[in-house]
């Protein structure tokens, strides 16, 4: 039998070409897709408030490069603000308010962006207000100005005086450092290596432990394991952490802000497969699974601890964890956050207890080794965050 065309004798040959024009049109769609993305949800250039004004649409990578470019003499306010933005943050909320004035810039909290369920003291919400802070100081030193910072209640007031330029190594790190969620390589840093790491956490009133001993770095994971369990067990928690997951380069675009599903070395995929799926893969087993495996291949980990908690204190941790981040930078090393000891009230105390901390209260938990690059967070344009 010879075979017929299912589109039938007669309207074969148009229907054929009903077809291409079809899978031309897919295809422009596909080669598009990210102009047309950030098209439709009014992301040009110029709607991005000071990203440069082209005309063309802006892209995932366009808008990471352009938030993470050096650090340039002018406007002396802005360019502060933008390297004080790229600092670690809870979730990457972003909870910061900035306003310039004379010699003078303040760094507030945005309690819209805080995060209720994973720190309802507000405790990760002033240390990111200390690494932004961090940020800041060593920006304004690389381009001439002396950084005074006083904390006003709740607020970071930096006086600014002119002075020598001084382009550190952890300046020139500020638009590199990320937060490197994946396992790294297992090799031991260098001796010199963790002198610097050390040296780089000292800060009044706050205490550094850094551990290299596998026995030292097997006694956190099995804290950091019971933490993870506890989160993933609560539900108030698995929903804050989910609506601050950007699942592609168009809600990461459009937002500006939350964790970017591939910067923790996942695909990007559409919102409507990515949530049903993250039932069935993002599960307490085999998150368990990951961070033991991170750790396992973790050149150390560091627990940053305040003499006091309060938001002083805070604060100063945050500077502290800032330099940590930058330095490991500097030296070619990754880190990332394994805080869930301290984020899980019940076990916060006992964590403290284990490594001798007495009725202190751990602050941070950072691991950090050699490993692989991944795609960075984005940052809100400073303009968003500046206020008069």
Not at 209 to 231: C, D, K, W
Request: glycine share 8%; net charge positive.
């Amino acid at each position: 039998m010879i075979p017929v065309n299912r589109c039938g004798a007669f309207g074969a040959r148009k229907c054929c070409a009903t077809r291409r024009a079809t899978w031309d049109a897919e295809r422009t769609f596909l080669l598009d897709r990210r102009q047309f993305i950030a098209t439709g949800l009014g992301l040009s250039a110029a709607a991005l408030g000071g990203f440069p004004a082209t005309g063309a649409a802006m892209t995932y990578d366009g808008a990471v490069t352009t938030s993470r470019t050096a650090l340039k003499a002018a406007p002396r306010d802005r360019e502060l603000v933008r390297f004080a933005t790229l600092a670690a943050n809870s979730h990457n909320t972003q909870p910061w308010v900035f306003s310039a004035g004379g010699d003078e810039i303040t760094i507030a909290p945005d309690f819209s962006r805080r995060c209720a369920a994973v720190d309802p003291d507000d405790h990760h919400l002033f240390v990111s207000l200390g690494c932004a802070a961090e940020n800041l100081i060593l920006a304004a030193s690389a381009l001439g100005w002396r950084a005074n910072p006083v904390i006003d209640g709740e607020r970071i007031v930096i006086a600014l005086g002119q002075a020598p330029p001084d382009a550190s190594t952890l300046a020139s790190a500020i638009p590199v450092r990320q937060c490197t969620r994946a396992a790294f390589d297992g090799r031991p840093a260098a001796p010199e290596a963790l002198r610097r790491l050390e040296s780089a956490c000292r800060e009044p009133g706050v205490t550094a432990l850094l551990m290299t001993e596998r026995a030292a770095i097997a006694g956190v994971t099995e804290y950091v394991l019971e933490g993870n369990s506890s989160q993933m067990r609560d539900k108030a928690f698995m929903r804050e952490l989910v609506s601050w997951i950007r699942f592609n380069e168009a809600e990461a675009l459009a937002t500006m802000d939350g964790l970017f599903a591939p910067a923790s070395g996942n695909p990007a995929l559409p919102s409507w497969l990515a949530r049903p799926l993250l039932r069935l893969f993002f599960t307490e087993s085999g998150e368990n699974k990951k961070y033991r495996d991170q750790l396992a291949s973790s050149a150390g980990v560091v627990v940053l601890a305040a003499e006091r908690s309060d938001k002083p204190h805070w604060i100063a941790v945050g500077r502290a964890c800032q330099r940590f981040g930058l330095q490991a930078t500097a030296l070619g090393l990754k880190y990332s956050f394994v805080n869930q000891p301290v984020e899980v009230a019940a076990l916060r105390q006992q964590f403290a207890a284990s490594l001798g901390l007495g009725e202190r209260r751990c602050d941070i938990v950072m691991r950090f080794g050699t490993g692989p690059d991944l795609p960075k967070s984005l940052r809100r344009p400073p303009e968003q965050m500046m206020r008069p």
